[in-house]
């Protein structure tokens, strides 16, 4: 979740530059519920798209290939490498122009050598340790209860680049263990609240008609598999932000699209990473 900030920082630096155009104010925009009504249109079809590709053996996004392709694929994960791609369930649904508003889909999946699922859900779900796990773009992490297999979080993004940037958030993380080999689960953001002077005596957050309409939403799905000597994890994670206005659009939107696989990628590899060394730790 860390490396989320990164888009953030860039939505950041945009809205910024769309203030110094004049062309659309950087403070105060706030989701239309149009837009927020086709969000939730949109995660209810990608809902539904994982819940039949699970229902026909398709449990990692790979698995769907062609046999050379799929081949490939799982090499590549056996020596190291993430793998992304940027979904798009219901075209139909993902037009939110209208709405100035965009929606951010990527998939992402790595292999833990040597793992159980066991050893892995014990980091996974190690919450206040994310500060460590995912640093620096993770500044604080806190599990505030857990009801079975309901996890209750509360962390904060961070990130200090172009522009400084954070958001304080809540999840409900709920796991399902679907066999003896295979868990799932749904982080759903309950509450995100933009940050300002992040580190500082003076930290506040704004108030929602004030903040910049960085990150209006955001779920994330996951997959865990144990096979092949190691576990599999995956992560799809479903976004809605603020769109650019058309005058700044052609040099925006192919940064907004593209950030996204580098946060992703960073997340695995740092699941990736912390699993190996808790590992090795117990060796």
């Known amino acids: 979740m860390g490396q989320r900030s ?15 155009l004049g062309s659309q104010s950087a403070a105060g925009l706030a989701p ?14 990608s809902e539904t798209r994982m819940k039949a590709e699970t229902a026909r053996g398709v449990f990692l996004y790979v698995d769907a290939l062609p046999v050379h392709d799929r081949a490939r694929a799982y090499a590549r994960l056996h020596r190291g490498e ?3 791609k940027q979904m798009d369930t219901a075209g139909d649904e993902r037009n939110f122009e209208a709405q ?25 779900q190690d919450y206040n340790n994310y500060q460590t796990i995912y640093k620096p773009g993770m500044r604080h992490s806190r599990l505030i209860g857990r009801d079975g297999d309901l996890f209750h979080v509360s962390l904060q993004l961070y ?7 954070a958001f304080d ?28 002077d992040a580190g500082h005596a003076n930290e506040h957050e704004i108030a929602p008609d004030q903040a910049h309409g960085l990150l209006w939403a955001l779920n994330d799905y996951w997959h865990f598999e144990q096979k092949d000597g190691g576990v599999y994890v995956q992560l799809e994670t479903v976004e809605l932000s603020r769109s650019v206005p058309p005058v700044v659009a052609w040099l925006a939107n192919p940064l907004i699209e593209s950030v996204p696989r580098g946060i992703l990628s960073g997340l695995l590899a740092s699941t990736r990473k912390a699993c190996l060394d808790a590992a090795r730790k117990k060796m």
């Open 6 to 20: 990164d888009l953030l920082a860039l939505v950041g630096l945009l809205a910024a530059l769309c203030a110094s």
């Open 32 to 45: 239309a519920k149009a837009a927020l009504a086709a969000y939730d249109r949109y995660l209810a079809a």
């Open 82 to 84: 993430v793998l992304l």
């Open 100 to 124: 100035q508003s965009l929606v951010h889909d990527w998939i992402g999946l790595v292999f833990i050598p040597g793992a159980t699922l066991a050893q892995t859900m014990a980091v996974v």
């Open 159 to 165: 990130r200090k680049a172009f522009v400084t940037v």
């Open 169 to 196: 958030a809540r999840f409900d993380i709920e796991y399902q263990r679907l066999g003896p080999q295979q868990i799932v689960s749904h982080a759903r953001a309950t509450r995100l609240a933009e940050v300002a």
